[in-house]
């Protein structure tokens, strides 16, 4: 299983002004937490809480369909394009970097076992769409739509383009190339699939997009592309039962999203930094700060009065962010509580030849890039703690699909407890659905002509 290490947040080390009293605290809040982790599974099976995702590992239903669609089309394409954005990528794209052999989409079919390159178009900066579309040869192109409410302006567009191109290279043929991932009965793109014939599968409902990874949303690209999805599914169940536990002293989700709500409500460390000291596991952080921004940054408490709460995620990678925000992180302001991610065992060992030894390099020879990426977390972490900033650390055994799943299932319900302790929604976005109101008004969506107006009466005004 993985690891927490919270010993370099504690106040015996960091001191009482930057740290905790985390043994008298888990003592003061064990009740409250025993509380929000008895409701969070007592409602998981219930509509309208926002809590299916609890479930999804499982689904054996979506495994099995999602296998028998990856087998029926294995040998068939070249490539995986993937278009979604926010949580119908970021998540697929955390976790087939991080389990993938690195540099995939440059090894060759064999390399690759047969199975095809994967893509993620997860924006739609027209440079860079263009670019991938002119050298994918989209005959041997398997495209995966995702969006669940079936209208996300970013994904359809992209989609309109999409298949307008493979229309003209296919004729009626190129319907066997689009694979829709959206909801069960409404929207959009479950009309337009049904329309057209397309193999679809389910988002299912009071699964919000943040949580989505383990459901056909992430499952179908990994399956396509060889991820053993039982392996990952066996994880998220074992760290299921793990987290059931309602002792704050033996369940490392409360344990760090207590620590981190403290940290932040009593000593102001209102950013969360997340620092992986692993390039495969990169994107798990972008993954990661979508799903602490918008669980937890809200303008309202579950009474509705006005808080204006939630602590601020950024990214960085051990060892690049060592050279670029350390100096930041420990002389600068220090309103941070910052989380690595370590790596007991990697896939491969580097050793470093014993050259230039009358030089003042040559105290690396003998030793292994294993040995110095170590320490390089430990002596940043080291660092830190004498600067009084505080730390975590979560340590994975090694990266595989069983892992993987066990961090991010472990960091899903670290951010639901989370939401408990600051009294929120967790799984609204009201903010963001005004934004893409917005969007609608602005392209000239039927229904929003009122809104348009105002809104460039607004964009002018300002200008």
């Given amino acids: 299983m993985i690891k927490l290490d919270f010993r370099r947040a504690d106040s015996t080390v960091i001191g009482e002004q930057n740290g905790l009293n985390i043994k008298q605290e888990f003592e003061n809040y064990k009740e409250r937490i025993a509380e929000i982790i008895a409701d969070l599974n007592k409602r998981k099976d219930k509509p309208e809480q926002g809590l299916q995702w609890m479930n999804l590992g499982y689904s054996e239903e979506t495994a099995w369909y999602v296998k028998e669609y990856a087998a029926l089309v294995q040998n068939r394409f070249d490539n995986i394009l993937v278009l979604g954005i926010g949580g119908s990528a970021l998540g697929g794209l955390a976790v087939t970097h991080a389990l993938l052999r690195p540099y995939w989409n440059l090894l060759s079919k064999e390399e690759r076992n047969g199975y095809p390159r994967i ?99 992430g499952l ?37 999203a207590l620590i981190h709500f403290l940290s932040d409500i009593k000593n102001g460390k209102n950013i969360t930094v997340m620092m992986p000291y692993s390039s495969r596991l990169q994107y798990v952080s972008d993954w990661f700060v979508q799903l602490w921004a ?51 065992e990697f896939h491969k060992n580097l050793e470093i030849p014993k050259i230039f030894e009358y030089t ?31 730390t975590v650390t979560i340590t994975l055994p090694k990266i595989d699909g069983y892992h993987i799943a066990q961090l991010l299932y472990m960091l899903e319900v670290q951010t639901a407890i989370a939401g408990a302790l600051y009294n929120v929604d967790t799984f609204a976005q009201p903010s963001v659905e005004q934004s893409r109101n917005y969007i609608y008004a602005l392209m000239g969506r039927a229904g929003y002509e009122e809104s348009a107006k105002a809104l460039q009466q607004k964009m002018s005004s300002v200008l």
């Fill in 294 to 344: 918008e669980s937890l940054g809200k303008g309202k408490n579950l009474q509705g009065e006005n808080i204006q709460t939630g602590p601020t995620p950024i990214k960085a990678l051990g060892a690049t962010d060592q050279h670029s925000q350390m100096q930041l992180f420990n002389e600068g302001p220090n309103n941070k509580i910052i989380n690595f991610i370590r790596v007991e």
């Fill in 360 to 390: 003042g390099i040559g105290y690396l020879g003998g030793k292994t890039m294993n040995d110095l990426l170590n320490a390089e977390a430990d002596s940043t972490t080291a660092s830190l703690s004498d600067y009084s900033r505080p």
């Fill in 220 to 256: 179908l690209p990994f399956a396509l592309v060889g991820i053993d999805i039982d392996e990952i599914t066996n994880g998220i169940k074992d760290m299921d039962l793990a987290l059931k536990n309602t002792d704050i002293y033996n369940n490392i989700a409360a344990q760090n």
């Fill in 119 to 217: 893509f993620f178009l997860d924006n739609i900066e027209p440079d860079s769409m263009a670019s991938l579309l002119e050298i994918l040869d989209l005959k041997k192109t398997l495209v995966n739509v995702i969006t669940k409410s079936g209208d996300t302006a970013e994904t359809m567009a992209q989609y309109m383009i999409v298949k307008d191109m493979l229309e003209k290279e296919l004729g009626d043929d190129y319907r066997k190339n689009i694979v829709a991932t959206t909801d069960k009965r409404t929207g959009i793109l479950r009309q337009i699939s049904e329309q057209e014939g397309y193999k679809t599968f389910v988002v299912p409902d009071d699964v919000g997009g943040r949580f989505s990874v383990f459901s056909a949303v």
